[in-house]
């Protein structure tokens, strides 16, 4: 039996030199498994997701998708303390939101825009501005009045975070450590598929 992502390579190294060549190839008909080709550590999530929801274009769509797995991949990163392997998995993800504001397909643009940084806090804005890359910046200064000066936000109280995907478990393996230590609230019902297990 095949599994939605199947076309989405397993084992593939966590390098984005591939992605970054394909950056004007991000279209908004396949983004659900460009961004898990892009970010294969988030694939077991991903997998949960489809599974649950449906497969790409079976789905809810990639709003869906976006926000309550890849935004909600970020925003759990982004409440943890800060160590090597934490600040390069969100290097990772903003280096593909980047990349999705570059794209040539303008329903891409929107999706990151609306999905990754509209409406948020000024205290996320804190924590995501040394991780925000130029065109995300430029973005959220015509956008967003909170990002010029988001300095002062109290950013040691972590929000409610809801996770309805097993994002925090896919998070806490590649960071090693209990998933008690990573923040929010998982809600998913069922597990990781075994296959996704270490």
């Known amino acids: 039996m095949s599994s939605p992502g199947d076309n989405v390579a397993l084992n593939k190294p966590h390098n984005l030199f591939e992605a970054e060549q394909d950056v004007s190839q991000f279209q908004y008909s396949q983004i659900e498994q460009q ?41 759990v990163l982004l409440w943890l303390p800060s160590t090597p392997r934490r600040d390069e998995l969100l290097r990772r993800a903003f280096t593909v939101s980047e990349q999705m504001f570059e794209s040539t397909d303008r329903d891409v643009q929107t999706l990151v825009a609306i999905g990754l940084f509209e409406g948020r806090e000024p205290a996320w804005l804190k924590r995501a501005k040394p991780f925000v890359g130029p065109r995300a910046a430029e973005w959220l200064r015509a956008y ?33 450590v209990p998933d008690a230590q990573v923040p929010g609230e998982t809600y998913a019902t069922g597990r990781l598929p075994d296959e996704c297990r270490d």
């Open 35 to 75: 961004l898990v080709e892009a970010l294969p550590e988030i694939r077991p999530a991903a997998e949960f997701y489809w599974h649950t929801e449906g497969a790409p274009g079976q789905d809810d769509g990639p709003y869906i998708f976006f926000e309550q797995l890849f935004a909600a991949y970020v925003g």
């Open 144 to 176: 967003h009045d909170c990002w010029r000066d988001c300095s002062d936000a109290n950013d040691v109280i972590v929000p409610k975070i809801l996770d309805g995907y097993h994002v925090r478990t896919v998070i806490a393996r590649e960071l090693q």
